[in-house]
């Protein structure tokens, strides 16, 4: 019988508070403004051009055998749609100073990322009973970029094993494919494994692979081990904890 050894935690909404709409709207509205000048091209043309290459990034409908990753897939979609190399050194070294130096002043009223209420509680929760932590937030960024956010939720200092992002990941949300690379990568298995988020989409594997995902959003998903806030989480892991192990027991019967 397989038993909880790791908590993976989402991190958008899930560990940290945040207008994730408002973010992403500053954030592609800098580095499209940023290429434009660069390239000498139209602003709106070139914010049009990253839109549609994040689409087209997230909407999983990729070949089996395309195994580039997510960075390499999102510079080859936005140089077909502008013509401009995202990853030729002088426009990769500008859009990394952007992220590492001007993006984490960003956090402004609209923005109001901050850690999410019971966030650091429910981390220590899981570390206090022995078990290993990941954060799989969805890879459709670079590493600094996340790292950028996870600085806003002080969460730089948590021990997380992996951090799934655009450099080291394939799929996006809620491809299985992406959720079976993280756990190949952990040595983990979904059996093994229990996912924390707040998406009622992404955040549940399709097509299912046996994780299990306890819910932190809005309402109630009904294909979730466990409904609730974070906070209660953090308060009530021990319970949802035995409640997995029940699962699975009676999954292997």
């Not at 939720?153 to 959720?179: H, I, Q």
């Not at 806030?229 to 192990?245: G, P, V």
Request: proline share 5%.
């Amino acid at each position: 019988m397989a038993e909880l050894k790791a908590v993976v935690f989402d991190m958008d909404d899930t560990l940290l508070s945040i207008n994730l709409n408002a973010f992403i709207g500053v954030f592609a509205l800098d580095e499209a403004n940023l290429l434009a000048q660069a390239a000498r091209k139209s602003a709106v043309s070139m914010f049009t051009s990253m839109g549609g290459a994040m689409l087209e990034l997230n909407n999983g409908e990729r070949t089996e055998g395309d195994m580039r990753t997510n960075r390499q897939f999102f510079a080859d979609e936005l140089e077909r749609r502008s013509g401009v190399p995202l990853l030729e050194p002088a426009v990769l070294d500008m859009i990394e100073f952007y992220e590492r130096e001007i993006l984490p002043k960003k956090n402004d009223r609209l923005i109001s990322a901050r850690p999410r209420e019971g966030a650091h509680e429910a981390v220590e929760a899981v570390l206090d009973r022995g078990l290993r932590i990941a954060l799989l937030t969805n890879p459709s960024f670079s590493r600094t970029c996340i790292e950028c956010r996870m600085g806003w939720g002080n969460m730089l200092d948590m021990p997380f094993e992996l951090v799934t992002t655009w450099e080291n990941s394939t799929r996006c949300k809620p491809c299985a494919g992406y959720y079976l690379e993280a756990l190949e990568k952990l040595g983990l298995s979904p059996e093994e494994t229990l996912m924390v988020g707040n998406d009622p989409k992404r955040d549940f594997p399709s097509p299912a692979i046996g994780l299990q995902t306890a819910y932190v959003g809005n309402g109630t998903q009904p294909h979730a081990l466990w409904n609730g806030s974070m906070a209660d989480f953090a308060k009530n892991f021990d319970e949802i904890a035995e409640r997995f192990d029940a699962n699975r027991e009676s999954g292997d019967r």
